[in-house]
């Protein structure tokens, strides 16, 4: 990549001063390239976007924020700003860029935008005779092409994969090409995956940046605990010290002393750091912990496309996925609800069935449908006295649908769905008896519909069993403000019926709500 035009900075670049495509170049906060993917815009002291859209920058400082609100996260930003390509004495480090050195040597991290759907680190070098620097200790520049609006349900979970967690991991791949650190050679290792015990082979950094020493089912070692292949890793760039140390003392030394200085200090960097990965980050921000990276090649990844950048993805109410995704962290909180009862049955609101906008109702159906299945859970359908004619033709519609989907995944004849008709007190009495032996029951329904609390309440009246709302809505926000609103008005509802106790305090887009058994 070629230098187009660069103006060097006549004051000290402030990292909280806001930048867009619009910012002129001044051959620091901005350098001017040449190629089609824009222009370097600098959003940490070392750490760069080349883009030519607004959003993305914004969208990479949103997950740096979301990062420096963490330990692990705070470290892994420091680690790359400390930590500089390096060379041997009276050598030239490798450079990200064709320019100058006082220009190239600013980058040592670039964020472009993925058009693969997947987020991946490479090297980034001018020169690529520098190539073996990203292993032997010298290090070289890195380029992270990063899907921010992309994620993917973790193996053997339902669990989405938190965006800012996999923008950390990808960081610490950028780590290791810029310490020379990528290990190339695979490790095998025996985990299980849906069921069956698998030999993977995993390169030493992608098991380093996953973080699977410490997520190790069986033999986890300490979080601040440096692994040893890491502390081999350090020293075996820490060697390169000593070779500068002795050119530094000879008397015909010709070595540069401002390259002297900056090789030193990044050296010495190494020596502050702290145990981070995956697995801190996760842990750090109450993200899904995955133990094991999964290959493409031997898993079918099942991918989730976000309806709004999110750098936060846990119960904080800051913003929310795409329903899809929290409508599958509902199914797992169901699952282990119902398989603790003696005799569970499901319960579905007639809207639940019917509503148009819930874009995930058929991946929630399949897994809801297979359990029913597996266990021969009776599943019941809550039916209004005044459904119109035109209302009832597609809700029969949809009852067809769902019972074809429950005989698909039963290895036996299954018992027909039945429909349980409601007014405004609740269900019905003489339907009521078709659930008065049931210990566990799941009620489905929209998020915004007040027919839920009647129904629960008539149930928990009529026998009592322990009870269990998830609600499921397609509703998006990005304001901590509106969701919060959101809560308080189901909560306004629960004291209207007698109910008050929550189970979860994700309410943006799916949660379960467990109602105390009557006294």
């Not at 299980?192 to 098991?207: A, H, P």
């Not at 036996?412 to 009495?429: C, K, M, R, W, Y």
């Not at 008896?433 to 129904?455: A, D, K, T």
Request: glycine residues 4%.
């Amino acid at each position: 990549m070629k230098i187009k035009f660069i103006f060097f900075a006549l004051a000290c670049f402030n990292a909280h001063a806001s930048i867009s495509i619009h910012t002129p170049p001044d051959g620091r906060r901005v350098i001017a390239m040449s190629s089609e993917e824009g222009h370097l815009y600098q959003v940490d002291r070392h750490i760069y976007v080349q883009t030519t859209d607004n959003s993305f920058i914004q969208t990479v400082q949103a997950h740096l924020n979301a990062l420096n609100s963490t330990p692990s996260g705070r470290e892994i930003i420091r680690q790359i700003n400390d930590y500089a390509p390096i060379a041997r004495p009276g050598e030239q480090p490798a450079y990200a860029i064709d320019a100058p050195s006082e220009v190239a040597k600013q980058i040592h991290l670039v964020f472009r935008l993925s058009l693969s759907g997947w987020s991946r680190t490479r090297p980034l070098l001018f020169d690529p005779g520098f190539l073996a620097n990203a292993s032997n200790g010298l290090g070289v520049p890195a380029v992270i092409y990063l899907a921010p609006r992309s994620s993917y349900y973790i193996p053997d979970s339902f669990d989405i994969a938190d965006t800012v967690v996999d923008t950390g991991h990808q960081m610490l791949h950028g780590r290791d090409y810029l310490t020379g650190s990528f290990i190339e050679a695979a490790t095998t290792l025996i985990r299980s995956l849906e069921g069956q015990e698998r030999r993977v082979e995993l390169s030493g950094s992608e098991i380093s940046a996953a973080g699977l020493a410490y997520s190790d089912p069986l033999n986890p070692i300490e979080k601040h605990i440096i692994t040893q292949e890491r502390l081999s890793r350090v020293n075996q760039r820490m060697a390169y010290r000593q070779q500068w140390v002795e050119a530094s003392r000879l008397s015909h030394s010709s070595i540069d002393s401002q390259q002297f200085v900056d090789t030193m200090e990044s050296l010495n960097a190494m020596n502050r750091e702290l145990a981070v990965s995956e697995f801190h980050l996760a842990i750090e921000r109450g993200a899904p912990v995955r133990d094991m990276v999964w290959p493409k090649e031997m898993f079918d990844y099942q991918m989730v496309a976000l309806d709004a950048d999110v750098p936060t993805l846990g119960s904080e109410l800051k913003s929310t996925v795409s329903s899809q995704g929290n409508n599958y962290k509902m199914f797992k909180r169901v699952r282990r609800f119902m398989t603790s009862g003696a005799k569970p049955a499901l319960v579905l609101n007639h809207d639940y069935l019917t509503h148009a906008d819930l874009k995930s109702i058929s991946m929630l159906d399949a897994e809801v449908f297979r359990m029913a299945a597996k266990y021969q859970y009776p599943i019941y359908v809550t039916v209004p006295e005044n459904l119109s004619p035109l209302e009832s033709d597609n809700l029969q519609v949809a009852i067809s649908a769902r019972q074809n989907l429950l005989e698909a995944y039963a290895s036996f004849e299954v018992q027909p769905i039945n429909t349980l008709t409601f007014s405004s007190e609740g269900i019905i009495a003489q339907d009521l008896v078709q659930l008065s032996n049931r210990s566990h029951v799941v009620l489905f329904g929209m998020g915004q519909s007040e027919h839920l609390f009647p129904i629960a309440q008539s149930l928990k009246a009529s026998f009592n069993p322990k009870l269990m709302i998830s609600r499921a809505s397609n509703e998006l926000t990005l304001n901590p403000k509106l969701s919060f609103e959101r809560a308080q008005e189901w909560q306004s509802l629960m004291k209207r019926y007698g109910q008050t106790e929550f189970m979860s305090s994700q309410l943006s887009s799916a949660s379960s709500i467990c109602l105390p058994e009557a006294m």
